[in-house]
C-alpha cells in the first residue's frame, strides 16, 4: 500500500520536475543567446569556435549540444550545418526539457547564423531573445499554477488506489 501511494508521489513530483526543467532551460537558452550575441557583434571567429566557447559556459544538455556542434563542425566530413544541428538536436537535447517546436526553433536560428551577415545575425538573435523571453514567461507561469497541482495529483492518486486495491 506504502508502495503504490508512493509511486503515485513519484509520479507527481516528476511531472512537476518537468515543467520546472523546461523554465530553466529556457531561461539558460537565453542567457547563452545573449552570449552567442555579444560573441557574433564583437568578435571575428568562426561559428566553431564561438559554439564552443558557448559550451564552457553551461555544464548542462544545451552546453554538451553547443559543444558536439562545434566538434563536428571542425571535423569538416562534409556535412552541412544543418545536418550537424539536427543530429545533435536528437542525441543531445531530448533530455533538455525544450519541446520539440523549441529544439527544432533553436536549429533553424543557429542554421541562420551559419549563412547571414553580422546585421541579419544581430536582428535575428534579438527577436529570438524576445522569443525566448516570452515562451519563458509563459513556462514560468505555467510551472507556478501547475507545479504544486502535479504533485497534489500523484499523490491523492496513488492513495486513491490504495485504497481502491485495499
Known amino acids: 500500500m506504502l508502495l ?4 503515485g508521489t513519484a509520479l507527481g513530483n516528476s511531472a512537476g520536475n518537468d515543467l520546472r526543467k523546461r523554465y530553466r532551460s529556457l531561461m539558460e537558452l537565453n542567457l547563452l543567446m545573449g552570449f552567442l550575441k555579444g560573441e557574433l ?3 571575428a571567429d568562426p561559428l566553431e569556435k564561438v559554439f564552443e566557447r558557448l559550451s564552457q559556459r553551461s555544464e548542462s544538455c ?3 549540444f ?10 569538416q566530413e562534409n556535412i552541412s550545418l544543418k545536418e550537424i544541428l539536427q543530429e545533435e538536436q536528437e542525441w ?3 533530455e533538455s526539457g525544450l519541446t520539440e517546436r523549441e529544439q527544432e526553433q533553436l536549429v533553424k536560428i543557429c542554421c541562420i547564423l551559419g ?3 553580422r546585421t541579419t545575425q544581430n536582428v535575428t538573435l534579438e527577436e529570438y531573445q524576445y522569443e525566448l523571453h516570452q515562451e519563458g ?3 514560468g507561469e505555467q510551472m507556478k499554477q501547475k507545479e504544486h497541482m502535479y504533485r497534489c495529483l500523484g499523490f491523492m492518486g496513488g492513495l486513491f488506489f490504495a485504497v481502491l486495491l485495499y
Open 115 to 117: 549563412q547571414a551577415d
Open 66 to 75: 553547443f559543444r558536439r556542434v562545434s566538434e563536428n563542425m571542425k571535423r
Open 92 to 94: 543531445c537535447l531530448r
Open 137 to 139: 514567461n509563459d513556462a
Open 4 to 7: 503504490i501511494i508512493t509511486a
Open 62 to 64: 544545451l552546453g554538451v
Open 41 to 43: 557583434c564583437y568578435g
